[in-house]
């Protein structure tokens, strides 16, 4: 290199580093190399997805980093790199306090497998209930469930804009249509990407799904579909008799746990899309859909002392080789709030890869690959390869458009 180059080369480099120490560089350069997320519903399941982002940077470089993820790293991007900018709740222990001890607050019972979670300065503020509290949460001592805050609500739109969120993800009970929908308008209006966890249809809705398309925000919904839940468990199953020509005459699904989403489900009325987006996820994997009085999917009881353990019970009834009848029972136990969030951790990475490479409105891969109801049902082998042909394309995009800052 002749030497006034490498001078001036020397001097570029130098005064980068005095811009990063400044708090504007350091906010710069953060900005650039995180996922900035806001959450809408402070739960059990925002809990495992936080401590998961704690835990897996925290063992980043070590034999335990890629435990437990479906992609270590998604499109150049790993779990770690997520960062909370904003959180949103209504419940009175939750509203006002430090996110990581927010997360840790009652009602919420989901194991604590990462104490130690890395401040991000956010404070949970006030949303608003809409129908997010069911009523009959009344008739429950306070550790089981809601106790709304008196606080008034803050202006979503706006701390979404300020905190600089690129994705809300919401994780709004069963049964708050309203509120999902309320908090998927707040998205629209302060331009940012949504992720609905929620059985409640947002990015399966068309009318939603142009409104996203419109904006030119990508959105990944509905139901989030768990690591190895009930769901994925009994697809696989229904695959597996379809695929060895065993004709399935009946089965059923019975779910049990003992957190805010089991006591919420006891209100049947909340309970509509539930069922829908369970069934539909079931009955997809089959050549011939069963009769609807042939399939019954849905959570059976609220059993305190479980917590946050689910324990589900798959039936299914067949005929073999010559109509002889056979029959499968399985019995799945396990922690249901980190089942979700080691999915939502893809859902989260492959939108903001659309976001970046500028895709508008319903991720039919990633939705397929990460939820219960998206817009167009696949089976989840052809859905993880899609996932992965979407990802490169989405980062060659990204390349082409020269943006490459936001990705690695
Ligand atoms: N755990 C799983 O594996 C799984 C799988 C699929 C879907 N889901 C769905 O994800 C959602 C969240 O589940 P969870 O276990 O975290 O529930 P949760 O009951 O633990 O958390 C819900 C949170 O939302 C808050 N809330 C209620 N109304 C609100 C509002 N209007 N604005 C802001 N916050 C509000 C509550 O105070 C609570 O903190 C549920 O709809 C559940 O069905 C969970």
């Known amino acids: 290199m002749i030497p006034c180059l490498r001078l001036a080369s020397a001097w570029a480099i130098r005064l980068a580093h005095r811009f990063y120490r400044t708090s504007a560089g350091a906010a710069l350069f953060k900005v650039m190399s995180t996922i900035r997320i806001a959450i809408a519903g402070v739960g059990n399941c925002a809990s495992s997805l936080v401590q998961g982002i704690s835990h897996y940077r925290a063992v980043r470089g070590s ?7 479906m992609h270590p790293v998604l499109g150049g991007w790993r779990v770690d790199d997520i960062e909370v900018v904003a959180a949103f709740d209504i419940d009175a222990r939750k509203v006002g306090r430090p996110l990581e001890e927010a ?24 949303g608003e209930i809409h129908d997010g509290v069911a009523s ?37 009970p069963v049964g708050s249509q ?28 068309p009318k939603w799904a142009a409104k996203f398309k419109a904006k030119g925000l990508p959105c990944v919904g509905d139901d989030i579909k768990a690591q190895v839940g009930a769901t994925i468990t009994h697809r696989t199953l229904a695959r597996l008799f379809d695929d060895r020509g065993a004709k399935i005459s009946s089965t059923y699904q019975l779910n049990t746990g003992g957190n805010t989403d089991f006591l919420n489900m006891l209100n049947r009325e909340r309970l509509s899309s539930k069922k829908i987006s369970k069934t539909e996820a079931v009955q997809s994997q089959l050549d011939v859909p069963l009769p609807a009085d042939q399939i019954h999917i849905g959570p059976s009881d609220f059993v305190p002392f479980l917590k946050d353990n689910k324990v589900c019970f798959i ?10 009848p056979l029959n499968m029972e399985l019995r799945l136990s396990v922690e249901d709030s980190p089942n979700s969030a080691a999915v939502v951790v893809d859902a989260i990475r492959a939108c903001k890869l659309a976001k970046d490479a500028g895709y508008a409105g319903p991720l039919e891969v990633a939705s397929a690959w990460c939820m219960k109801h998206p817009p167009k ?20 995009k990204i390349r082409a458009s020269g943006k490459v800052s936001t990705t690695r």
């Open 63 to 69: 034999d335990q980093q890629d435990i437990g993820l």
């Open 103 to 126: 997360l840790f607050a009652l009602p919420n019972n989901t194991k604590v497998f990462c104490a130690k979670l890395d401040r991000s300065g956010v404070t949970v503020q006030m």
């Open 136 to 172: 009959h949460m009344a008739d429950y001592p306070p550790h089981q469930r809601f106790e709304p805050a008196s606080a008034k609500p803050v202006n979503v739109v706006q701390v979404l804009r300020e905190s600089g969120a690129e994705i809300l993800v919401s994780y709004m």
């Open 178 to 205: 309203l509120a999902t929908e309320w908090y998927a308008q707040a998205a629209l209006d302060a331009g940012v990407a949504f992720v609905n966890c929620v059985p409640c249809f947002v990015v399966s809705d």
């Open 315 to 324: 039936r299914v009834e067949a005929q073999g080789f010559g109509g002889v």
């Open 377 to 396: 049902q696949m089976p989840d082998r052809d859905a993880k390869l899609a996932l992965e042909e979407f990802v490169s394309e989405a980062q060659a």
